[in-house]
């Protein structure tokens, strides 16, 4: 019925069948961008959020969101995460946090989804350790910066400025 891998041939929803895939290093990395106000931006910048270090706490949930990826989102396979790395990139003249993270996996299937939940839930967690001072926090530009391995090969996001580290 379709050319979509997860359907299939009588419409219905399927996980995709990896078994018969070569185990390969596979690599991704997602941002997400984080706007506030000039005053939150400091208060995160100066460690003067009364719930704590926002970036280390933000660090710990897209870290754990990346490992739990597959819990998440339907017919994602569940990946054997070797690492993840996320950094934040502060920029004081627009009062933003650009968050980008990295996954890797020695799988049969890619990191994509990984990178892409770790970064938002990140981003997510720094606007929850601070809605209490900022409710328009905003949470943008969500989206895959570059990723490596598998069949497909390599892929680099260009021309979004948004992705040049600060």
């Known amino acids: 019925m379709s050319t979509f891998s997860h359907i299939d041939e009588k419409g219905s929803v399927k996980m995709v069948d990896v078994t ?12 997400a961008v984080v706007c506030m106000r000039a005053d939150t931006f400091d208060r995160i910048r ?11 706490t933000a660090r710990v949930a897209g870290i754990m969101a990346a490992k739990r990826t597959a819990e998440l989102i339907p017919l994602c396979h569940p990946l054997n995460v070797t690492h993840v790395q996320i950094d ?10 650009r968050v980008e993270a990295t996954v890797r996996v020695k799988d049969q299937t890619g990191v994509e989804m990984e990178a892409l939940t770790a970064a938002s839930i990140a981003a997510l967690t ?3 350790m601070c809605k209490s001072y ?12 570059a ?3 598998g069949k497909s090969g ?3 996001r260009t021309g979004c400025p948004d ?4």
């Open 154 to 156: 390599t892929y680099k």
């Open 88 to 97: 934040f990139f502060p920029e004081p003249k627009t009062h933003t946090i």
């Open 163 to 166: 992705t040049q580290k600060s």
């Open 20 to 31: 018969s895939k070569p185990a390969t290093v596979r690599i991704a990395a997602a941002q």
């Open 46 to 56: 100066d460690q003067k959020v009364m719930k704590g270090n926002v970036l280390e």
């Open 147 to 149: 990723k490596s391995g």
């Open 126 to 128: 720094i606007y929850d």
């Open 134 to 145: 900022d409710r328009e926090i905003t949470i943008s530009n969500v989206c895959l910066l």
